[in-house]
């Protein structure tokens, strides 16, 4: 299985940007896939939660830092999540990976934390300038 990710790039404060990250490399089905989504992290600082989605249904859950910038959603025919970035702030600067949860899926109080995420994309950086 692999996690391709895309659309990082540079861009000012208040910009918008849209993440890609695509599973593929085997047949999934709604029955193989449990949470996918994003974390980041910055210089220095340790890998944390962006946002992730329930495949089964498309719950999505967010920090609040990016409650009502970020959307998460995905296409399901494409094993595809997007991120859809706006209002971007220079405190969003970081590379940003995309993950996969597959079974045994993880309970909802452990989505928050990167361990148990079966697999991940390369990262893509994401620099927001002031």
């Known amino acids: 299985v692999q996690l391709q990710a895309y659309g990082g790039g540079l861009v000012q404060s208040g910009g918008s940007l849209r993440l890609s990250c695509a599973a593929s490399?085997?047949?999934?089905?709604?029955?193989?896939?449990?949470?996918m989504g994003w974390f980041r992290q910055a210089p220095g600082k340790e890998r944390e939660f962006v946002a992730v989605i329930k495949w089964s249904g498309g719950t999505t859950y967010y920090t609040d830092s990016v409650k009502g910038r970020f959307t998460l959603s995905r296409d399901i025919a494409k094993n595809t999540v997007y991120l859809q970035m706006n209002n971007l702030k220079p405190e969003d600067t970081a590379v940003y990976y995309c993950?996969?949860?597959?079974?045994?899926?993880?309970?909802?109080?452990?989505?928050?934390?990167?361990?148990?995420?079966?697999?991940w994309g390369q990262g893509t950086l994401v620099t927001v300038s002031s």
């Open positions: 490399g085997r047949t999934f089905s709604r029955y193989d896939m449990g949470w």
């Open positions: 993950a996969l949860d597959t079974p045994p899926f993880k309970i909802l109080s452990d989505i928050h934390y990167a361990r148990g995420y079966d697999y």
